[in-house]
């Protein structure tokens, strides 16, 4: 989504006291001295950039979004990709433009295991459209204490073995974490090396997941056969990117689930509403763990 700054400019606030900043990663200050802050609502699932502005309030509370139809966006977005690294149609685009008539082997679905990085909002419901699709499932996530609700055809995982093992299987790996300084760097030469050869990436989550360089070099080496990539360290990806024209790479414009104003500005009014009539506030981001 465009960034979008604060309703009011400064200007306009100056000397006013304001309850709920309602922002889309403004630029770093922008709610350091606003009097009388007693929310901040981000628009954006992700607060990774709220939380390395170090002039954001660390006392006022800060809720991110989570919304059904955001979540329902990006595992729309998982399952296009499954099914096309899965299906070859990557490979059929290219030889289309190559006029090459050439059919591929064809596998099923429960002969391709994907594995969901990150088993949150988005996490969730990506594993739960692809189990439905067939597709064995193994989910990782932090905290072994926490589980919700099984889904049938959903493996949970937690921890590094289990990540190292569940690499070695996977076909089809997909990026749902928060960024944090334990998940920054996380798509590494070291992790890629434990996939298959050929497997697929769906980058899904943030551009500081990846070390470019490993990426690139996994896709040169074929270790990756095809790589979807919708966020990257530097967004909008420079023209000159190599990924923009690297064959085995498809690119998107950070667009895998976007805020959806209808139902986002609900989510928000429940909150203000909470906050206005002393109910607990949702979606509440732990600072301390970074997400
Ligand atoms: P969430 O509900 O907070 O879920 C985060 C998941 O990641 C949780 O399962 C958490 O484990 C797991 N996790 C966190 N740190 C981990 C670690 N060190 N090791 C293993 N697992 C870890 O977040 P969400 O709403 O699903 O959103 C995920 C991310 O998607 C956002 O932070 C954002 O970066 C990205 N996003 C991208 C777009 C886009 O358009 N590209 C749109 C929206 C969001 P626990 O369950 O144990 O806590
Ligand atoms: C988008 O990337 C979001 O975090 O909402």
Same mark, same amino acid.
């Given at each position: 989504?465009?960034?979008?700054?604060?309703?009011?400019?400064?200007?306009?606030?100056?000397?006013?006291?304001?309850?709920?900043?309602?922002?889309?990663?403004?630029?770093?200050?922008?709610?350091?001295?606003?009097?009388?802050?007693?929310?901040?609502?981000?628009?954006?699932?992700?607060?990774?950039?709220?939380?390395?502005?170090?002039?954001?309030?660390?006392?006022?509370?800060?809720?991110?979004?989570?919304?059904?139809?955001?979540?329902?966006?990006?595992?729309?977005?998982?399952?296009?990709?499954?099914?096309?690294?899965?299906?070859?149609?990557?490979?059929?685009?290219?030889?289309?433009?190559?006029?090459?008539?050439?059919?591929?082997?064809?596998?099923?679905?429960?002969?391709?295991?994907?594995?969901?990085?990150?088993?949150?909002?988005?996490?969730?419901?990506?594993?739960?459209?692809?189990?439905?699709?067939?597709?064995?499932?193994?989910?990782?996530?932090?905290?072994?204490?926490?589980?919700?609700?099984?889904?049938?055809?959903?493996?949970?995982?937690?921890?590094?073995?289990?990540?190292?093992?569940?690499?070695?299987?996977?076909?089809?790996?997909?990026?749902?974490?928060?960024?944090?300084?334990?998940?920054?760097?996380?798509?590494?030469?070291?992790?890629?090396?434990?996939?298959?050869?050929? !497997?697929?990436?769906?980058?899904? +989550? %943030?551009? =500081?997941?990846? $070390?470019? #360089?490993?990426?690139?070099? /996994? @896709?040169?080496? &074929?270790?990756?056969?095809?790589?979807?990539?919708?966020?990257?360290?530097?967004?909008?990806?420079?023209?000159?990117?190599?990924?923009?024209?690297?064959?085995?790479?498809?690119?998107?414009?950070? !667009?895998?689930?976007?805020?959806? +104003? %209808?139902? =986002?500005?609900? $989510?928000? #009014?429940?909150?203000?509403? /909470? @906050?206005?009539? &002393?109910?607990?506030?949702?979606?509440?981001?732990?600072?301390?763990?970074?997400?």
């Amino acid at each position: 989504m465009p960034a979008h700054h604060l309703a009011l400019t400064r200007a306009e606030l100056a000397g006013d006291p304001v309850d709920v900043a309602i922002v889309a990663n403004p630029p770093p200050g922008s709610l350091a001295d606003l009097r009388g802050l007693r929310l901040i609502q981000s628009l954006w699932a992700g607060v990774d950039r709220l939380l390395a502005d170090a002039t954001v309030p660390q006392q006022v509370p800060l809720a991110r979004m989570v919304d059904s139809a955001m979540n329902q966006a990006m595992a729309e977005t998982a399952l296009w990709a499954t099914l096309a690294l899965h299906r070859g149609f990557f490979r059929y685009a290219a030889n289309q433009r190559a006029a090459q008539w050439l059919p591929h082997d064809q596998r099923r679905s429960d002969e391709v295991p994907v594995l969901v990085l990150g088993y949150g909002q988005m996490g969730q419901m990506t594993a739960k459209r692809l189990a439905q699709q067939g597709y064995p499932v193994t989910a990782w996530r932090r905290d072994a204490g926490q589980v919700p609700a099984s889904l049938p055809g959903v493996q949970v995982a937690t921890g590094e073995a289990a990540l190292l093992a569940a690499l070695a299987q996977t076909q089809v790996v997909i990026n749902l974490l928060p960024l944090t300084s334990e998940t920054r760097g996380i798509l590494c030469a070291q992790l890629l090396s434990r996939l298959p050869t050929g !497997a697929g990436l769906v980058n899904l +989550a %943030r551009g =500081a997941h990846m $070390v470019e #360089a490993d990426v690139m070099a /996994a @896709l040169d080496s &074929g270790r990756l056969g095809h790589a979807v990539l919708d966020v990257f360290a530097t967004e909008p990806l420079p023209t000159d990117h190599p990924f923009w024209r690297h064959p085995r790479v498809t690119v998107l414009p950070h !667009a895998a689930a976007m805020t959806d +104003a %209808r139902s =986002a500005a609900q $989510v928000v #009014a429940r909150n203000v509403d /909470a @906050l206005a009539t &002393g109910r607990p506030l949702a979606h509440l981001v732990a600072r301390y763990r970074g997400y």
